[in-house]
């Protein structure tokens, strides 16, 4: 994989692919109200505030905040994860449908008229364009969204951490499939190749590829472009417990910021 280059648009090919729900699966509720449970503690919104969940995926987290009281709208460019959300609103969520929408949008221009009281981005969905202009307007659309004064939880992965600690390749197995997962760092950014191999009715297994890209940006970039579209930073997180970001061996990179 090295030196590769991969498709620009890799993500419309990955998260419209089920393999995608099955190899985060861990990803779960659990998971979820961890997140939440930091983002409550700090900034106790009363229920009935209306949430963003930008890049929501199948609405792990919009279904948890859905169901703490609060109206959510989550947006996706995934056809594919924002149809698995609406069968899940439709099934086993179906109590909490009058606080919950689903919507195909690009974070890059959201276009929502409606202003939010809090927007999230979360499990570092952020900074998949090769392009630094392209992933910065998702800032720019997500502040627009907001509320003066509304805030802006964004869950993103500490660069120093992950150049320090990168696997560069593991195997697992599950539910009856191989998966190769290979990473590098390149020009600023995490690379990584997915490699599933599963039993077909052929004689001979079938194997499916994908590529994932997530560009690396310290705080100070954060800092500026935040406050360049608007937003103060009030604090940054180094994990879903709330401990200080430490940018040496804190795991996450959570900045909580307000629009001004």
């Given amino acids: 994989m090295a030196g590769k280059k991969i498709d620009n648009e890799w993500y419309k090919k990955w998260f419209g692919a089920k393999e995608y729900l099955e190899l985060y699966s861990h990803r779960n509720s659990k998971d979820a109200a961890k997140i939440a449970g930091l983002i409550f503690r700090t900034l106790k919104l009363p229920k009935g505030s209306k949430v963003l969940d930008a890049a929501c995926g199948n609405g792990r987290h919009s279904f948890f905040f859905a169901s703490k009281g609060y109206y959510v709208t989550g947006i996706d460019l995934s056809e594919f994860l924002i149809n698995e959300a609406k069968k899940k609103l439709k099934g086993e969520y179906k109590n909490h449908a009058e606080k919950l929408n689903f919507l195909i949008r690009d974070m890059r221009n959201i276009g929502i008229t409606q202003k939010f009281d809090l927007a999230v981005n979360l499990f570092s969905s952020f900074g998949y364009f090769e392009k630094d202009s ?96 608007g937003l103060k930073i009030i604090k940054v997180y180094g994990n879903y417990s709330g401990d200080k970001y430490n940018s040496n061996n804190s795991e996450r990179m959570i900045i909580l910021s307000k629009k001004f």
């Fill in 134 to 229: 392209e992933n910065f307007k998702s800032v720019k659309s997500i502040v627009q969204s907001l509320k003066k004064g509304g805030y802006f939880f964004f869950d993103y992965l500490n660069p120093d951490y992950l150049k320090k600690n990168l696997i560069p390749f593991d195997v697992s197995k599950r539910n009856r499939k191989l998966i190769f997962q290979v990473r590098e760092l390149r020009e600023n950014a995490v690379y990584k190749k997915i490699i599933i191999v599963k039993n077909s009715s052929r004689s001979y297994p079938r194997q499916y590829e994908f590529n994932e890209m997530i560009k690396l940006y310290s705080l100070n970039e954060f800092k500026t472009v935040f406050s360049k579209y």
